[in-house]
């Protein structure tokens, strides 16, 4: 499940800086590797004690964590969406992206110049989201342009709620709003919405990038951000850039956490973002453990059985009888599949059963 998060943002922001700490997150885990595919895309595996955990118990080949693609995006100017700048590649590269991280400066630092001059988080996000809403407004007036007269008097009912859901989209985007504000009730409406691939309408994670000093309190520049985007259904992290570079630089595990410790940090900004990221894009993880490998397996939250076995391999899916399930609590406290089952506390479940975050699972399939 290769999904994507890209980082955007104005120049001078701390894109780079946490890019660059994301690529030093092998150094966290020796069973957690970054590689990189291009210079501006890297996988990082999404940390996950539980997998430790499990490994110590069963004694695995190998552990196999699950992974986000995180993307550099860079080259955002004011009137992108004319093509200024790298224009658009830059929009390009979003819309190829699953869900947004837009990092936003909320520090002051005269070494560092910012791009327009005073440091203000909330006018930055705005220049971002007018540019990224122009765009999604050229697309639906694009669409619109193609279903209106089929919409009024070809008789499509299918076009007619393309059409709706078009003039829905356009009347936030020219209020300011950007596209995920808009909420649909019919499944036939979220997927017309959906295959409209608009910019706007991605899952965003806004980070900000603070001083040292608020890297646990936050600033009056963070509550500035907090309350402009209380109407968007979107996160707020705060990370401390600078910090995260010096945390990336110890190799040895002891001493980083003395110095999170030191910091009054539980942990690094870069694996909470991580875990952010992860969540942002809806997923939720199920667990297998046994000799060859423990492994985390990705998926929708909110999915059933049948759907996650397929997650493994679609066989899995088309043959699905039930499947075993282990609550991790239970597996850590009983130290065994053996002792779990001998315990009582494993869980035959159908077609039916959502499967919880953590679970660990066997599938029972026949094709």
């Known amino acids: 499940m290769a999904l994507q998060c890209g980082i955007i943002g104005l120049p001078n922001v701390g894109k780079s800086t946490l890019f660059n700490c994301l690529s030093s997150t092998r150094a966290q885990a020796a069973n957690f590797p970054f ?64 869900a947004i991280i837009h990092v936003l400066r909320c520090f002051d630092d005269n070494n560092i110049a910012h791009v327009n001059g005073a440091i203000d988080p909330v006018r930055d996000k705005e220049i971002i989201d007018y540019e ?25 009912k299918q076009a007619k709620l393309a059409y709706e859901v078009l003039l829905r989209y356009k009347q936030a985007l020219e209020q300011g709003k950007p596209a995920r504000t808009v909420q649909f009730d019919t499944k036939d409406e979220q997927k017309i919405a959906h295959d409209l691939f608009l910019l706007t309408n991605k899952p965003v994670l806004y980070l900000c990038n603070v001083d040292e000093a608020s890297c646990l309190t936050g600033n009056s520049y963070v509550e500035m951000v907090r309350g402009a985007i209380q109407e968007e259904d979107a996160e707020l992290l705060v990370v401390a850039a600078k910090i995260e ?15 999170l410790q030191e910091l009054g940090l539980e942990e690094s900004g870069v694996n909470r973002l991580i875990k952010a990221a992860y969540k942002l ?13 423990v492994r985390a397996w990705p998926f929708k939250s909110g999915s059933k059985a049948p759907v996650c076995a397929g997650v493994i391999h679609s ?10 399930v282990i609550k991790y609590e239970d597996y850590i406290s009983y130290g065994s599949e053996q002792a779990v089952k001998e315990a009582g506390k494993m869980n035959v479940e159908g077609k039916d059963y959502i499967v919880q975050d953590g679970d660990i699972m066997h599938f029972r399939f026949n094709v």
């Open 35 to 98: 590689c990189t595919i291009e210079p501006n895309v890297g996988v990082i595996t999404v940390p996950d004690d539980r997998l430790n955990e499990l490994a110590k118990l069963v004694n695995p080949k190998r552990i196999v964590p699950t992974t986000v693609e995180i993307v550099d995006i860079a080259g955002l100017v004011k009137g992108a969406s004319k093509g200024e700048g790298l224009g658009n590649k830059f929009l390009g590269n979003i819309r190829e992206t699953d």
């Open 132 to 156: 990224l809403q122009i765009k999604d407004l050229e697309t639906i007036d694009s669409r619109i342009s193609k279903v209106h007269k089929q919409a009024q008097t070809g008789g499509d």
């Open 245 to 259: 570079s010096e945390i990336a630089e110890f190799e040895d595990a002891e001493e980083r956490s003395m110095f």
């Open 281 to 293: 894009l809806n997923l939720s993880v199920f667990l297998t453990a046994g000799p060859l490998e």
């Open 315 to 324: 066989d899995f899916e088309k043959g699905f009888i039930r499947a075993e």
